[in-house]
């Protein structure tokens, strides 16, 4: 792609807003300055893909009303080309094709100055603390750029920025020849279990409740699909692992019952990785099932900038995922509501969407 005449100070652009406090989505045409901020540069848009968030969003639900301020242009998922970049940034390329970081971080905090930006004090993250992708255009930091140019398939680039939550929920403890629990099989659950795949663990049970994604669980490879609402978790798990419990446990759920059961069935010296959300505080058996198991806990938060990239860089690179199985939708970015609806339904596993019309569903 050729860089953006420097004569053109604005352009004009279809965008996804949040813009009124109830739910839904509207598609409103707006402009956008071309006019970049040092170390920013301006991406055209390829692609989106659709997010747990952005679905709390389309809901307005208690969390979304809480964080957001009205109007603003939602998305963080996405890739693109960068047709315009400050003077002062010189790791990139016009024509680069990228997808991004969604965390800008401040570079400044002492969580970001010993390296642990993921946690950074002044996070703020693209499409709810500022305008987000799902738009034909956006302005987004230089250092939160991936690039992929030698990527094979564009059409899934969006989806890295979820993938890395995946991995880096499934790889933090040591998974090779471990046995693996991946809770709740939502987009980014069902990745986890390709993740834990692609890193060797022995054995993957998966626990999820929506038959859908249940097939997909099992298509993606797990080992055991395992349906709480049908069958008794903990005697499934502790029979499938010889009473010893699975060495890591993984949460994509959020669920407060699913999450209490879960340390009760992990192993001695195992570990629990957190990334779902509950919405109830979650009461667990601190000195029988913590201390004297030695169990270590792990609260995830997006992804560890960069080493998750890298790690994502690896899996995406040498082939290693499945993503024709784990996104399922295919939307023109205009039939947003109707993704979100498809979302709701969780009758799905990724959704991609393409800003333009000229897609079929």
Same mark, same amino acid.
């Given at each position: 792609?050729?860089?953006?005449?420097?004569?053109?100070? &604005?352009?004009?652009?279809?965008?996804?807003?949040?813009?009124?406090?109830?739910?839904?989505?509207?598609?409103?045409?707006?402009?956008?300055?071309?006019d970049?901020?040092?170390?920013?540069?301006?991406i055209?848009?390829?692609?989106v893909?659709?997010c747990?968030?952005?679905?709390? =969003?389309?809901?307005y639900?208690?969390?979304?009303? #809480?964080?957001?301020?009205?109007?603003?242009i939602?998305?963080?998922?996405f /890739?693109?080309?960068?047709?315009?970049?400050?003077?002062?940034?010189?790791?990139? !390329?016009?024509?680069?094709? %990228?997808?991004? *970081?969604? @965390?800008?971080i401040?570079? *400044?905090?002492?969580? $970001?100055?010993?390296?642990?930006?993921?946690? $950074?004090?002044n996070? &703020?993250?693209?499409?709810?603390d500022?305008?987000?992708?799902?738009?034909?255009?956006?302005?987004?930091?230089?250092? !939160?750029?991936? %690039?992929?140019?030698?990527a094979?398939?564009?059409?899934?680039?969006?989806v890295?920025?979820?993938?890395?939550?995946?991995v @880096?929920?499934?790889?933090?403890?040591p998974?090779?020849?471990?046995?693996?629990?991946?809770?709740?099989?939502?987009?980014?659950?069902l990745?986890?279990?390709?993740?834990?795949?692609?890193?060797?663990?022995?054995?993957?049970?998966?626990?999820?409740?929506?038959?859908?994604r249940? #097939?997909l669980?099992?298509?993606?490879?797990?080992?055991?699909?395992?349906?709480?609402?049908?069958?008794?978790?903990?005697?499934?798990?502790?029979e499938?692992?010889?009473?010893?419990g699975?060495?890591?446990?993984?949460?994509?759920?959020?669920?407060?019952?699913?999450? &209490?059961?879960?340390?009760?069935?992990?192993?001695?010296?195992?570990?629990?990785?957190l990334l779902?959300?509950?919405?109830?505080?979650? /009461?667990?058996?601190?000195?029988?099932? %913590?201390?004297?198991?030695?169990?270590?806990?792990?609260?995830?938060?997006?992804?560890?900038?960069?080493?998750?990239?890298?790690?994502? +860089?690896?899996?995406v690179? !040498?082939n290693?995922l499945h993503?024709?199985?784990?996104?399922?939708?295919?939307?023109?970015?205009?039939?947003? +509501?109707?993704?979100a609806?498809v979302m709701?339904?969780?009758?799905?596993?990724?959704? =991609?969407?393409i800003?333009?019309?000229?897609?079929?569903?």
């Amino acid at each position: 792609m050729k860089a953006l005449d420097n004569g053109v100070k &604005e352009l004009e652009m279809m965008a996804v807003l949040k813009d009124k406090p109830e739910k839904g989505f509207t598609l409103k045409k707006v402009k956008l300055s071309t006019d970049l901020k040092p170390q920013e540069v301006l991406i055209k848009i390829k692609s989106v893909s659709f997010c747990g968030t952005d679905s709390h =969003i389309y809901n307005y639900d208690h969390w979304a009303k #809480n964080h957001l301020d009205l109007p603003l242009i939602v998305g963080h998922e996405f /890739s693109g080309e960068i047709i315009k970049k400050a003077d002062d940034v010189k790791d990139l !390329n016009i024509g680069d094709v %990228v997808s991004a *970081e969604t @965390h800008i971080i401040c570079n *400044e905090c002492e969580f $970001c100055l010993r390296g642990e930006g993921h946690i $950074c004090e002044n996070t &703020e993250i693209i499409g709810v603390d500022r305008d987000g992708c799902f738009a034909e255009y956006i302005k987004i930091p230089a250092q !939160n750029c991936i %690039v992929n140019n030698n990527a094979d398939n564009n059409l899934y680039l969006s989806v890295q920025e979820p993938l890395g939550n995946a991995v @880096h929920t499934v790889t933090h403890f040591p998974i090779e020849n471990k046995s693996v629990v991946i809770l709740g099989c939502g987009p980014i659950g069902l990745m986890g279990i390709d993740v834990a795949r692609a890193y060797g663990a022995k054995q993957v049970i998966a626990i999820e409740v929506n038959d859908y994604r249940i #097939n997909l669980a099992k298509d993606l490879g797990a080992d055991l699909v395992i349906n709480p609402m049908k069958e008794d978790v903990y005697k499934k798990v502790m029979e499938a692992t010889n009473n010893k419990g699975v060495d890591v446990v993984c949460d994509f759920s959020g669920n407060k019952s699913a999450i &209490e059961l879960a340390f009760k069935y992990v192993k001695r010296g195992g570990g629990l990785s957190l990334l779902g959300l509950p919405n109830d505080n979650v /009461s667990i058996d601190l000195a029988n099932d %913590v201390v004297f198991k030695g169990l270590n806990i792990y609260g995830v938060v997006g992804r560890r900038i960069f080493e998750t990239w890298d790690k994502v +860089n690896y899996l995406v690179s !040498n082939n290693l995922l499945h993503f024709d199985k784990f996104v399922t939708h295919k939307f023109p970015l205009s039939k947003i +509501n109707d993704a979100a609806e498809v979302m709701n339904g969780k009758n799905c596993g990724k959704i =991609i969407l393409i800003p333009g019309d000229e897609m079929n569903e």
